[in-house]
């Protein structure tokens, strides 16, 4: 397939803007309060941050990595940097039209997105973005998620991350002026910008219901409110969202430890960007469990629903000592501290039970 840049009109412009030029205005998000920084932890101080499950910005924890070096010196330097490691493993591209204004978001019928995704060589990849970032006028590119593991093995050599778990491999994301509509993972992450001004709008987990997000069988599931010009008419309850909000405002060298399931709308703030990511400690599990639930229990008569939620909220995430405290303890079964062998023939009975 030919790749979707060589089909492209060259934009009508005499010459491209500076891909180191400023950034964008200043927001009223800026304003909002700040994620809290400090410095650079040792291991068990990461642990800790990590098991608080709030999110922070790390200052320091990257300074002696080439990449962040060549970031600090320019997107040309940045650029020649991660071509020099190209093995010609295939990059995904995502492109974007001028009049999405950079947003990474759903189209009208929420069936598709406003961006396209292709796979081409990384120098292929890496000089269209060069191309087109702060051209008057053009799509906007990037290159997002790539896993460097397998398309540069030498960037974990030279760029190491030794506070996470062992086969925990950094994501590139390397784009223009790229704005991410609120999403969230279901694994912690690890940011490190090391070129442009990052922002990190974020919302705590039980915010779900307030940011209005889209359909479940179309992932990512994105909110559908722009929080930059929110339409409070078609979305009242995004007010209670914005209450709660907080922001990071990350420069190159900063990281931002976010905890899995939190909220987040990102910007990149330069007309040229990257970022390093690492996801660790995601369960697959408990989504598989709400999506039983979801075929269980929604479609339920009132009272049924009423007794299930009410079973819910004891069991699962009630005080054990309360919901079974009252039960000698070889007695609780599976509400008790199950023993693996116990786990496992409640796997199968489950198992047994989806399949007809």
Sequence with gaps: MTPIWRASRKPRVAEPARLDAPGDAPSPLDALPRIAARRAPAPA???AIVAAETPVVLKGLFDDWVALAAGRASSGRLIAYLAGMDRGVPVPVMEAPARAGGRFAYRADMREFTFTKRHAPLREALARIEALTGREGAPTAAIQMLPLAEAMPDFAVQNPMP????GTGPKLWLGGAVKTQTHNDRDHNLACVIAGRRRFLLFPPEQVANLYVGPLDNPPSLSLVDPEAPDYERFPRFREAMAAARVALLEPGDALFLPRYWWHHVTSRN?????VNYWWGGDDAPYDAFLAALLALKDLPPGARTYWRAMVETHVFGDPGTSAGHI??????????MRPDERAALRRRLAAAFQT
């Design 45 to 47: 101080d990461f642990a």
């Design 163 to 166: 506070l996470l778990p062992a």
């Design 271 to 275: 007309p040229f960007n990257a970022m």
């Design 328 to 337: 000698p303890e070889g007695l609780r079964g599976a509400l008790g501290a």
